[in-house]
């Protein structure tokens, strides 16, 4: 079993559209929690932080629900430039698993 | 640019070589980590510093592969005697001593045996 799971996609939505990525993990002990988005050819780069209490950052929304070991990202009011491949990452400490990403397309 | 840098951006080496990669982190950052990704997947851990220790090393890192991070600045990855499964982009993220460890990437270096 992959340590982190994510539903491929891809996710294709209107602009304007709010969309919600779910991920899952597999080991308890993980400390600490993150979105990346990755474009096309490009390094990821971090989107936000998962804090226990939940925490948003503009039109982003994040989750962390550690009784069923998950977290979610929750995108409002889609831009096109919104769209690449977003990945789900957990860590304890020393090692990070990062889950295969989940491909969202934004439409005009 | 003060972000991660790695090189070479790319490489193409013959099967059986011996290849090396650098990454430079973000210059305040004590922490550095190398991925593997290959198409379709997301980034694969293998291993990680702290300043200069080698704290942790994935076991899909075959005894081919060896990092360092001699002065606890810039680290370099090694694949010895390369093989066409070992084709992939290697990437290179540092973060600084907080508790959160976010990591910041560099653009990778591709890896391409023949």
């Known amino acids: 079993r992959k340590e982190v799971e994510q539903d491929p996609g891809p996710f294709n939505v209107p602009e304007g559209a709010t969309v919600a990525f779910n991920c899952t993990y597999s080991?308890?002990?993980?400390?600490?929690f993150f979105w990346y988005r990755q474009d096309c050819r490009k390094e990821p780069k971090l989107l936000m932080s998962?804090?226990?209490s939940g925490n948003e950052d503009g039109r982003f929304t994040a989750q962390l629900n550690r009784a069923s070991q998950y977290i979610s990202l929750l995108i409002r009011d889609s831009k096109l430039s919104d769209s690449a491949t977003y990945l789900c990452?957990?860590?304890?400490?020393?090692?990070?698993?990062f889950g295969s990403g989940t491909k969202l397309n934004v439409k005009p | 640019d003060t972000g991660v840098s790695q090189d070479p951006r790319h490489k193409i080496t013959k099967r059986g070589q011996n290849v090396t990669f650098r990454c430079d982190p973000i210059?305040?950052?004590?922490?550095l980590y190398w991925y593997r990704q290959t198409l379709g997947q997301g980034p694969e851990f293998l291993t990680y510093?702290?300043?200069?220790?080698?704290?942790?090393k994935s076991r899909l890192l075959s005894d081919r592969f060896s990092a360092e991070r001699p002065k606890g600045s810039f680290s370099t990855l090694e694949i010895q005697r390369t093989e066409q499964g070992d084709s992939a982009m290697y990437l290179c993220?540092?973060?600084?001593?907080?508790?959160?460890?976010?990591?910041?990437f560099g653009p990778g270096t591709r890896l391409t045996v023949t």
């Open positions: 998962v804090y226990s």
């Open positions: 993220a540092s973060s600084s001593s907080g508790a959160r460890h976010e990591q910041y």
């Open positions: 990452v957990c860590g304890d400490f020393n090692k990070f698993y």
């Open positions: 210059s305040e950052h004590n922490r």
């Open positions: 080991n308890s002990a993980s400390q600490s």
């Open positions: 510093f702290q300043n200069e220790a080698q704290l942790e």
